[in-house]
């Protein structure tokens, strides 16, 4: 889908980040349309999860502008300087997006199902009766209908990133934010994981997704964005830029994975 003004859920232009003396961004533009699902691939250490961390305000930009859903949360002033909106309205926006990390950081003392709702209980204040069905809705969705009792310890490297998902998903964002979801699981587990990711593809969730998977990418992705040093080397449709690069330095990036 074209990113058009009023189907437009990311608008990130410019975007700078430095750690120190360690320039991390060096002027990353992204755009992401409403149903849209865009892979970002690229090294390690290229700045795929820092981009992802200053999209969703867990890491404050030094400069850029970024707007999710037409609502700008950071914009630059006279001086090239970003300014943030108040912390309340920041709250508010980046509430929109879910993330999901590599290490999917359940909550090990609780079940799979007081995961889930703990957020929206503590966070949205919905009420037990409430997000319960909801959850279970969810955890049908992500195939863990029978395991709403047991705790993290109990489950699988996958069953556990569905069950993040699940509880990402229960805060009803309009945005999933993936970062390496598959990257700390065995290879044969993988595939339950980019199944279920694929679902809510087929849902029109809107998605911005960091992974190696290539075949994956191809797949699912609507476009594809490659990283390099801090900056986006090439984007286009899937085909495009995993299959025919125009650039050399995507072209010896893929190249690792054939
Ligand atoms: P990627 O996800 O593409 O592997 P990252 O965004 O994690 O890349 O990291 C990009 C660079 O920024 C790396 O050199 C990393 O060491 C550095 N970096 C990331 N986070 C921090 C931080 N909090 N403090 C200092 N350096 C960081
Ligand atoms: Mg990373």
């Given at each position: 889908?074209?990113?058009?003004?009023?189907?437009?859920?990311?608008?990130?232009?410019?975007?700078?980040?430095?750690?120190?003396?360690?320039?991390?961004?060096?002027?990353?533009?992204?755009?992401?349309?409403?149903?849209?699902?865009?892979?970002?691939?690229?090294?390690?250490?290229?700045?795929?999860?820092?981009?992802?961390?200053?999209?969703?305000?867990?890491?404050?930009?030094?400069?850029?502008?970024?707007?999710i859903e037409n609502?700008?949360?950071?914009?630059?002033?006279?001086?090239?300087?970003?300014?943030?909106?108040?912390?309340?309205?920041?709250?508010?926006?980046?509430?929109?997006?879910?993330?999901?990390?590599?290490?999917?950081?359940?909550?090990?003392?609780?079940?799979?199902?007081?995961?889930?709702?703990?957020?929206?209980?503590?966070?949205?204040?919905?009420?037990?009766?409430?997000?319960?069905?909801?959850?279970?809705?969810?955890?049908?969705?992500?195939?863990?209908?029978?395991?709403?009792?047991?705790?993290?310890?109990?489950?699988?490297?996958?069953?556990k990133q569905r069950?993040?998902?699940?509880?990402?998903?229960?805060?009803?964002?309009?945005?999933?934010?993936?970062?390496?979801?598959?990257?700390?699981?065995?290879?044969?587990?993988?595939?339950?994981?980019?199944?279920?990711?694929?679902?809510?593809?087929?849902?029109?969730?809107?998605?911005?997704?960091?992974?190696?998977?290539?075949?994956?990418?191809?797949?699912?992705?609507?476009?594809?964005?490659?990283?390099?040093?801090?900056?986006?080397?090439?984007?286009?449709?899937?085909?495009?830029?995993?299959?025919?690069?125009?650039?050399?330095?995507?072209?010896?990036?893929?190249?690792?994975?054939?």
């Amino acid at each position: 889908m074209p990113a058009t003004m009023t189907n437009i859920m990311i608008n990130a232009k410019q975007i700078y980040k430095s750690f120190g003396n360690l320039a991390v961004l060096k002027g990353v533009d992204l755009t992401v349309a409403r149903s849209e699902v865009v892979v970002i691939i690229g090294s390690s250490g290229s700045g795929k999860s820092t981009l992802l961390r200053c999209l969703n305000h867990l890491e404050k930009i030094d400069s850029g502008d970024i707007a999710i859903e037409n609502e700008w949360m950071v914009q630059n002033n006279a001086d090239n300087q970003a300014i943030y909106q108040p912390d309340r309205d920041i709250k508010r926006i980046c509430s929109k997006m879910g993330m999901v990390f590599q290490h999917f950081n359940l909550f090990p003392h609780m079940t799979v199902l007081q995961n889930i709702i703990e957020a929206p209980i503590t966070v949205k204040k919905m009420k037990r009766e409430e997000i319960i069905p909801i959850a279970r809705e969810l955890l049908q969705k992500v195939g863990l209908s029978n395991k709403e009792n047991d705790y993290p310890s109990q489950l699988s490297g996958g069953q556990k990133q569905r069950v993040a998902i699940a509880r990402a998903l229960a805060m009803q964002p309009d945005i999933m934010l993936f970062d390496e979801p598959t990257s700390a699981l065995d290879p044969e587990l993988t595939g339950e994981v980019l199944k279920t990711m694929q679902k809510l593809a087929e849902d029109k969730i809107t998605m911005v997704i960091v992974t190696h998977e290539m075949g994956f990418a191809r797949e699912v992705a609507d476009k594809v964005v490659f990283m390099d040093g801090g900056v986006v080397v090439e984007q286009g449709n899937a085909e495009d830029v995993l299959v025919n690069p125009e650039h050399p330095r995507t072209r010896e990036f893929l190249s690792r994975f054939i």
